[in-house]
């Protein structure tokens, strides 16, 4: 099979699409020169995984999408993400590319805290979003797909705590690619500055189970000295999405940035999720958690690499593969000279429940360092016959018996996101992925 490589715009449709929502001229000059970069740019060359023939060039760019004055017009698989008896209080929901609701708490509004779609801060805080915008995480010219990310940006989210803010109630935004052709190239900015606090959730979902279409999402996570970011999230693209999703963080001197990843789509998927500790004391806890099922391939790359003294990182992978589906999880932990106390431990373990099933756990330690701790674990099997065993001599059928075991495999990552609905939403797309 060939899939046509030609890039869909060109610069005047960039430009013109700049200029239709009124972005400043830095970024109409970042757009196409981003553009020319991805001409002669390659694709990323993830490991183990041949990318060549994927679709990431055959998708309608824009869309938009009703507004909503109350979370009871939704649809129930959108409302599914929210605890009826207690409504978020800081949430903005993306439908298409409209924002189609937004609230934010007026004591954080008071505060300096903003929570706003990308194209909003480019305009009422062009100097918060300039400074950050794919500068200290993610870098235009890594390949291909950066650059046409940068290219092609369609939405996204801004969030910027100020110094010695706390926000106790997480910030939630749901991305609903409601039209079953349209791209989401999302751009998420988070930047925690000095001493502050925050909680991030983001949810995706689709619907498009034939039709093609496409997903290139990178998010920035920013944790500036003593700050400390919790991001999760759920990915649930449907099977004709195509999917590039690079989360990169970036923290400074004491500060923490936590993943609770639920990597739950239906489509080919490769993900990046990749944390550099550069601050003395920095730390960083990477989780994920997937389900992969008919013939989709998948590579998950979680990458953290520490330059800070005493700086601590952790990685733990838990994937469940079943049909034929195919997935290679990469766990890196990379110590560089000067690191000296650092910490580097990493876990990796697959379950797959059928013969043609495959899944490859990769633990990869580089240390140039001498004064350092590091371990890593990784195992690929199937279903423990004990297990089954135990639970069916006490009156339980095979099929709960194997759910049951499933549920306990994925929990040490489930249970790390933040938001009860959520938290439940990610526990039905399990079970329903695996039933």
Known sequence: MTVDTKLPYDKSYIGQFSSERNEPIWMKELRVNALEQAESLELPKPDKTKIGNWN???????ATGETISSLTELPAEIQDFFDVDNLPENLVIQR?????????????????????????????????????YMKDAVSIDEHKLTALHAALMNGGIFVYVPKNVQIEEPLQAVFWQE???????????????????????????SNNKEEATVANIVTEVIAQDNAKISFGAVDNFAAGT???????????????????????????????????????GSVSNANAVTVGRGKQIQNFTAKIAQWGKNSDAQILQRGVMKESATSIFNAIGKIEHGASGA??????????????????ANPILLIDEDDVTAGHAASVGRVDPMQ?????????????????????????????LPIAAVKKQLKQVIERKVN
């Open 388 to 416: 089954l065993y135990y639970l069916m001599s006490r009156g339980i059928t095979q099929e709960e018996a194997e759910r049951l075991i499933i549920h306990g495999f994925l929990d040490p990552v489930v249970s790390q």
């Open 56 to 62: 990431f060039t055959r998708f309608k760019h824009v």
């Open 179 to 205: 039209d079953p052709e349209v791209a989401l190239v999302n751009h998420v900015l988070v930047v925690a500055d000095e001493n502050s606090e925050v909680t991030y959730v983001e949810n995706y979902i």
């Open 96 to 132: 298409n590319h409209t924002v189609a609701f937004a609230k934010l708490n007026e004591d954080l509004m008071n505060k300096g805290v903003i929570f706003t779609d990308i194209f909003t801060a480019l305009k009422e805080h062009e100097d918060l979003v300039k400074r950050y």
């Open 343 to 360: 910490n580097n431990e990493q876990t990796s373990r697959v379950l797959m429940l059928s013969e043609k099933a495959r899944g490859d």
């Open 242 to 280: 195509t999917t590039y999703i690079n989360r990169r963080g970036v923290a400074y001197r004491h500060a923490t940035i936590d993943w609770a990843l639920g990597q739950m789509n239906d489509g080919n998927t490769v993900s990046e999720n990749v944390t550099h500790l550069i601050g003395d």
